[in-house]
């Protein structure tokens, strides 16, 4: 068990739909980042906060949103889905931003657009 | 841009045996840091072994060691008596220095360990 929790884990839901993923961070880790592993793209960096601010982002699409709370868990908010939206989400977290330190990964959330 | 090849989509060996999966990968970086993770069937992402470009010494984690060749931007996994658990899919990642971990992965290789 790495630490970091992702809920829900399974998530099915129709094209056009909005939903969040959760991720709460290892107890201390400031930075969060979240993955997309789909069957089309591979495995990709979409966003990272770190202590409540976003510090960059790499291919999210615009109808895709995060943000970090005061307690430092995230939420990734995905809206008009589509089918191609189906994949699993991860999110990783780790102590700092720094890249000397190690991040650990949730189990995902495995999202199913029909 | 960066970008990691993984050639080989599946691979099998028997228990005990040693195997190496192959990552090669472009960048113009100098500074950067290379993973492998595995993905066993519960899907987590777990971190095997770790190599930073300006260490020359390869990385070595128990039975896991990589082949870092920096000339040739190649980095293979070599897991020594394979075991059952060694199951999964096992990814190349590239991230470049002070990049908050904006990994650039391969495509994975399927690791089967047969008994």
């Known amino acids: 068990d790495s630490g970091v929790t992702q809920t829900p884990k399974h998530l099915i839901t129709a094209t056009g739909q909005r939903v969040t993923l959760r991720c709460s961070p290892r107890s201390g880790d400031l930075s969060v980042y979240w993955y997309q592993q789909s069957l089309d793209q591979g495995l990709q960096f979409l966003i990272q906060?770190?202590?409540?601010?976003?510090?960059a982002k790499g291919n999210i699409l615009e109808r895709f949103s995060a943000q970090q709370f005061p307690d430092l868990h995230s939420e990734l908010n995905l809206s008009s889905l589509e089918l191609g939206d189906s994949a699993l989400y991860f999110c990783?977290?780790?102590?700092?931003?720094?890249?000397?330190?190690?991040?650990?990964f949730g189990q995902g959330t495995r999202l199913t657009v029909v | 841009a960066q970008t990691v090849t993984q050639s080989q989509p599946e691979m099998s060996v028997q228990e005990a045996e040693t195997v190496t999966l192959s990552c090669t990968y472009d960048t113009s970086e100098s500074n950067y840091y290379l993973f492998w993770y595995k993905q066993p069937p519960s899907r987590q992402m777990i971190l095997v072994i770790r190599?930073?470009?300006?260490k020359q010494q390869n990385a070595t984690e128990n039975r896991f060691s990589v082949n870092f060749q920096k000339a040739a931007k190649s980095f293979s996994l070599k897991i020594s008596d394979s075991q059952l658990g060694d199951t999964a899919m096992y990814f190349c990642?590239?991230?470049?220095?002070?990049?908050?971990?904006?990994?650039?992965w391969g495509a994975g290789t399927k690791l089967i360990i047969k008994p």
């Open positions: 990642a590239f991230m470049k220095r002070n990049s908050n971990y904006q990994l650039i």
């Open positions: 190599q930073e470009a300006y």
């Open positions: 990783a977290s780790s102590v700092s931003g720094k890249t000397n330190t190690e991040a650990f």
């Open positions: 906060y770190y202590n409540g601010e976003e510090r």
